[in-house]
């Protein structure tokens, strides 16, 4: 969706380095949400941001949100092969649940 | 238990066929939804239900035509299937038309030939 752009497309990474992925909206956004897609395979909900400033983590996945800037961060800290795959990030830009998503960050960790 | 199921996981088939996806939850959710995910790895919304009502219906061919007997059913009926129809279809469900958490299904990859 061109309403939302995430960078960087793909990453890679060696095992144990940290990493940010971005997520951008050109709209206001009523709530961002990150997933995780493995090849091949649904999405894994990771979390979900509302608030302005509001940070969230997950094992060692924090994502937080800048209101202002209509933007929202995924960092992952010491990065595992188990981290691989694609992240997506999703918008509610309505107010009515109904998302749009980014292009996706696809992921590799080399061990 | 597996919250969203989608039958089936794999689908091939011929175009100008009909062809059904279903989709379950055992959430409890009142919201479910479809959503497609092309060879780029875009993923878009088509239909989403809410209470056996639809109320997201974006700008789909018609051939495409989703059926919510009830709150924890919604099935995806797609006619004369083409081969841009290819893609990975996702099922998905809520527990409002607000901003609340979705949750997707595995996916069903369907291939059209």
């Known amino acids: 969706s061109q309403e939302l752009e995430q960078s960087p497309q793909s990453l890679i990474v060696q095992e144990g380095k940290n990493l940010t992925i971005n997520c951008t909206s050109s709209?206001?956004?009523?709530?961002l949400y990150w997933y995780k897609q493995k090849y091949g395979e649904g999405l894994i909900f990771l979390m979900m941001?509302?608030?302005?400033?509001e940070e969230k983590s997950h094992e060692k996945i924090t994502a937080k949100l800048d209101e202002k800037k209509q933007q929202s961060s995924l960092h992952i800290t010491a990065s595992q092969p188990s981290h691989a795959g694609i992240y997506l990030c999703g918008a509610d830009i309505t107010y009515g649940n109904k998302l749009v998503f980014g292009a996706g960050t696809i992921l590799r960790v080399k061990s | 238990d597996t919250a969203v199921s989608q039958t089936p996981k794999y689908l091939v088939t011929q175009m100008g066929n009909d062809k059904s996806i279903k989709c379950e939850q055992n959430?409890?959710?009142?919201?479910m939804y479809w959503y497609k995910q092309d060879s780029k790895k875009f993923l878009k919304i088509m239909f989403s239900y809410n209470n056996k009502e639809l109320i997201i219906n974006e700008t789909v061919p018609n051939r495409f035509s989703p059926k919510s007997p009830d709150k924890a059913h919604l099935n995806l009926h797609i006619n004369s299937l083409e081969l841009g129809d290819s893609a990975v279809y996702f099922c998905a469900s809520s527990s409002g038309t607000g901003t609340y958490e979705q949750y997707f299904g595995p996916g069903t990859r369907l291939t059209v030939t």
């Open positions: 709209k206001t956004l009523y709530g």
């Open positions: 941001l509302q608030k302005g400033g």
């Open positions: 959430l409890g959710h009142d919201t």
